[in-house]
């Protein structure tokens, strides 16, 4: 497992998360000044210098759970609220949007621009906001210093690390079925077309070579695929050409954000409704987790004309279906952190973070830094 895997994870998923909510804002035909500044809240929320410095920290991966709960608090940074299902199928979107993206990356650095393709979009989001502008591009400078000195190997045990993340889930997503890249199990279809990895050269050729390194015998065989040459090396610069479209936006107004739930509903009913129970100290675990993101407050809809609420689904009686029947299996839950009794609750969360029940010293780290944060505030 790779400790420097957790901010391509964050960033990504964080970038195919404002994609969709960028898509839904657009088609619910939320007034633009109220779309931006949902836009701009979120960014602001994500890029927050503080949390990014403890994100870069070597460590290992947050649980599943913990991560849910990281991007259920940012999606709701801002004047826009999500109901459960809604934010279940937000989630369900970004994972196999990502997941998709690892597994069709040609070398494993090219997950690196990936990640850069977001940036890009990020930043064009908040082009016109220069204090937003420069958080980005603070990111851009931590991302090529921790990652453009790591070797191939490296970028290897990176994406095998993502991958494992990754490997449990099977969400049948709308776009990738039409597209027929996505099987009706949730499982993806690799191609055997398509130009070969940039610096590598099409497979039909054997070549033997004696123990001097003298080449003696060529082989020729049939690869199963058709196959070109690569393309030319995208920029691993903050600007250039990325050259792979892997991580660029995928969805318009036109095209919508639908995904069909594979596996069982049994008993899901029941699962929900316990999930969903109100919380009479939502306000003030949404503003400690908000400290733990770098010290920010969520935004408070004042009435009913500052806040709104964005669904995922095509009408309200699909959205209150969907989380009936959503399966137990997909159900990520939520951690809960009690106001009263702050830093044990947050104890129990920073042991949550760690991917196994053991934690290494760089989570245990984490956790003392971040208990320390909540100290100064």
Known sequence: MSSRTLPLLFINLGGEMLYILDQ???????????????????ITTMF????????????????????????DRLAHASIMRLNQASMDKLYDLMTMAFKYQVLLC???????LVSFNHMDAIKEFVKDTPSILSQVDETYRQLLEMYTPLSNGEFQ?????????FQDMHI????????????????????????????????GLIRMFSCTGEEVTRLQFINGGNYTTA????SFEIFGDRVTKLGTNMYSVSR?????????????????KVNSAPNPLAKEELNLLAKLMGGLEFQKPGNSDSGFRVNLFATDE?????????????????????????????????????????QSPSTSSKGDDLLAMMDGL
Do not use: C, W
Request: charged letters at 25%; glycine letters at 6%; proline letters at 7%.
């Open 24 to 42: 839904r804002l657009r088609a619910q035909n939320i007034p633009a000044d109220k779309a931006k500044k949902v836009m701009n809240d979120i």
């Open 48 to 71: 927050n210098k503080k949390f990014l410095e403890e994100l870069f920290k070597p460590q290992e991966l947050y649980s599943k759970k913990a991560l849910r709960t990281v991007f």
């Open 106 to 112: 040609p070398r494993p650095k090219d997950i690196l």
């Open 157 to 165: 045990l990176i994406r095998q690390t993502l991958l494992i993340f």
């Open 172 to 203: 049948r997503v709308s776009i990738f079925l039409k597209d027929k890249v996505q099987n009706s199990n949730g499982r993806f279809v690799l191609p055997t077309t398509g130009p070969v990895p940039h610096g590598t050269q099409v497979p």
């Open 231 to 234: 393309f030319r090396e995208g």
């Open 256 to 272: 919508p954000v639908e995904t069909h739930m594979s596996g069982t509903s049994k008993n899901s009913a029941q699962h929900t």
């Open 318 to 358: 699909e959205e209150e279906e969907a989380l009936i029947t959503r399966p137990d299996e997909l159900s990520y839950g939520v951690l809960n952190i009690q106001a009263t009794k702050a830093n044990a609750e947050l104890a129990k969360i920073m042991g949550e973070f760690a991917e196994s029940g053991d």
